[in-house]
């Protein structure tokens, strides 16, 4: 009888039982309907249904006990391997914080982050076809592309530091050695989360041609057309841009630039190739004032530099930003965030933070 009543109570009002609709096929009811949340006056039958002590039979209770301790062992086990990954994770911080001491190699740092997240695109929902963060940078397929010439060495670099911690993806590593360089050079605190998962081979490898180039014909349409593909606007592109105030141009690995100049050609690090700025391993706003003033010829501008003082959209974002630092850290540490979680899958889904 009991479960006669329940089915017709059912019946009678199934928005007390689901918050989704059947009109819905499957989707979450509208949030603007408000009967699905709130309260529902049930027939009286209700109450001896609710007065009704539960009781289950030993062997029930028994499975009910079980499938709660199963699923408290899996989350502590979950719990358990993000701290240890965030462990792992700190410890390689402090690695690639004592490599950028020795080699002031905070620039190709950066360049090898962003060139693996960058070539995600968002009309693509399947992982990992749709590029991104996952670490596919790591194979001579992609490594050979033409705008990563030289990534080779940055790879090089951080490879001991994966060897010592295997259990940290490439994806992670490439992001948390870009991070860490952007601060190490004085920038700002990036918001990063954690825990992306590696491509497996190289036929999972992006196609070329993904990255921006640096002298297109129409910089302001190109850099929109790329920026955009991976869902950034016009604000994140300019303000992405702006670290180019860390490191050089070498004409040997992208056509541009001069060979040496007075701020490059002792070094630090390997000497040579023209800089956007004339402390070149300082992370501020001098790139947006010497873009904008171009009175050093030793500096480089590129056509898609110059273009953020010429499109009047651009060039709004690129005044402000050469005026008030902070207001380019805040609005970079978050860009850059965004930026490197780009196409990621993560392990804990949500991805896990390193501090607090």
């Not at 408290?72 to 993000?82: G, N, Q, R």
């Not at 749709?130 to 940055?154: I, M, P, Q, T």
């Amino acid at each position: 009888m009991a479960a006669q009543r329940l089915a017709a109570l059912h019946a009678a009002a199934p928005s007390a039982f689901s918050s989704t609709s059947s009109a819905s096929h499957g989707r979450p009811a509208a949030r603007s309907s408000t009967t699905a949340l709130l309260p529902v006056a049930l027939p009286r039958a209700s109450a001896t249904l609710r007065a009704a002590p539960s009781r289950l039979l030993p062997q029930e209770a028994k499975a009910a006990g079980s499938g709660r301790s199963v699923m408290c062992m899996a989350s502590a086990s979950a719990s358990a391997a993000v701290a240890s990954g965030a462990a792992e994770l700190k410890a390689a911080r402090e690695d690639i914080r004592e490599l950028l001491k020795t080699t002031h190699c905070h620039p190709i740092l950066v360049r090898l982050g962003w060139h693996d997240s960058g070539t995600y695109d968002k009309n693509i929902k399947e992982w990992p076809q749709r590029g991104g963060a996952n670490g596919s940078l790591r194979f001579d397929v992609e490594l050979k592309h033409g705008a990563n010439a030289g990534l080779v060495n940055a790879l090089k670099l951080v490879q001991p530091i994966k060897d010592k911690y295997p259990n940290i993806s490439y994806a992670d590593l490439f992001q948390l050695a870009s991070a860490t360089a952007i601060e190490e050079a004085g920038g700002p605190k990036i918001p990063m989360t954690y825990g992306r998962i590696d491509v497996t081979g190289p036929e999972q490898c992006p196609p070329e041609g993904k990255l921006p180039d640096a002298g297109p014909s129409a910089p302001a349409d190109h850099l929109r057309k790329v920026f955009y593909r991976m869902g950034l606007d016009d604000k994140e592109i300019v303000v992405l841009s702006g670290a180019h105030t860390l490191g050089r141009s070498r004409p040997e690995r992208s056509g541009w630039g001069k060979p040496e100049t007075k701020y490059t050609k002792n070094g630090p690090g390997a000497p040579g190739g023209q800089s956007w700025t004339a402390e070149w391993l300082k992370f501020d706003n001098s790139y947006f004032k010497e873009i904008k003033e171009k009175r050093d010829q030793d500096l480089l501008v590129l056509p898609t530099d110059a273009a953020l003082f010429e499109d009047p959209t651009f060039k709004v974002y690129a005044e402000k930003y050469a005026e008030d630092q902070e207001a380019f850290f805040k609005d970079y540490a978050g860009a850059h965030a965004k930026l490197s979680n780009l196409g990621a899958k993560f392990n804990p889904p949500e991805g896990f933070t390193l501090d607090g």
